[in-house]
């Protein structure tokens, strides 16, 4: 079964720490995706890659970076953790031709 | 700029009816596509349902269609013979087909199914 695997499912992290969020997908996928879900708000995207070492700004970066190193794994990273981005966090991958992503469970962070 | 409207922020329907769930969009591209997912209370987010902006007929997906009005800008999702597994969040959501696959989402719409 095709997977996109996020490490952690619930996070509490102090203010000011630095926080990585990982995300690893099977699927030899070229694209994968940082989202963070708010309620009534959606999903609005934080950064996206169609490659190893490629980034994109999506429509909140700031506040965020993000690592693609090797083409399955894609890092989030908060660099100085602050109360307003306690969320859900929903990495997901597509390859070229998917309709469609795959979504990782999901994280919960608490920051706090 | 694109963006996608949900204007139910919750919906009640009885085992076994109908529903719709409304999503409008806005964007001046044209080639795009249009998704639906469904996000139970787990947490993990499924895809549904695609409909491309070229496709002349609206997509089926088993108890799944996409009533899609492209000049109306308008995708709703209709679920025939609701089950109480349908009870969930549901995302209308659409991608720029032309370059890139970065997908927009709307705020939602949280779906009850009455026994």
């Known amino acids: 079964d095709v997977k996109v695997t996020q490490s952690s499912r619930y996070l509490v992290k102090r203010t000011g720490e630095k926080v990585f969020l990982e995300c690893v997908q099977d699927?030899?996928?070229?694209?994968m995706f940082w989202y963070r879900q708010d309620p009534g708000l959606g999903l609005r995207l934080i950064y996206f890659?169609?490659?190893?070492?490629?980034?994109e700004k999506g429509d909140i970066p700031e506040g965020y970076s993000v690592s693609r190193e090797k083409k399955e794994r894609f890092s989030l990273i908060l660099e100085s953790a602050s109360t307003n981005q306690t969320s859900m966090y929903l990495c997901a991958s597509s390859s070229l031709v998917d309709y469609g992503y795959t979504f990782g469970s999901g994280t919960r962070l608490t920051v706090v | 700029a694109q963006k996608i409207t949900q204007t139910q922020p919750g919906m009640f329907v009885q085992e076994k009816e109908a529903v719709t769930l409304d999503c409008t969009y806005d964007?001046?591209?044209?080639?795009?596509?249009l998704f639906w997912y469904k996000q139970p209370s787990s947490g993990e987010m499924i895809f549904l349902i695609y409909?491309?902006?070229?496709?002349?007929q609206n997509a089926t997906e088993g108890r799944y269609s996409l009533n899609f009005q492209k000049a109306r800008k308008s995708a709703n999702l209709v679920i025939s013979a609701s089950q109480l597994g349908d009870s969930a969040m549901y995302f209308c959501a659409m991608r720029d087909n032309t370059g890139g696959f970065k997908t927009i989402f709307g705020a939602g719409t949280r779906l009850f199914v009455k026994a």
């Open positions: 409909q491309g902006s070229y496709d002349e």
């Open positions: 890659s169609y490659d190893v070492k490629m980034k």
């Open positions: 699927m030899d996928h070229e694209n």
């Open positions: 964007t001046s591209d044209q080639s795009y596509g």
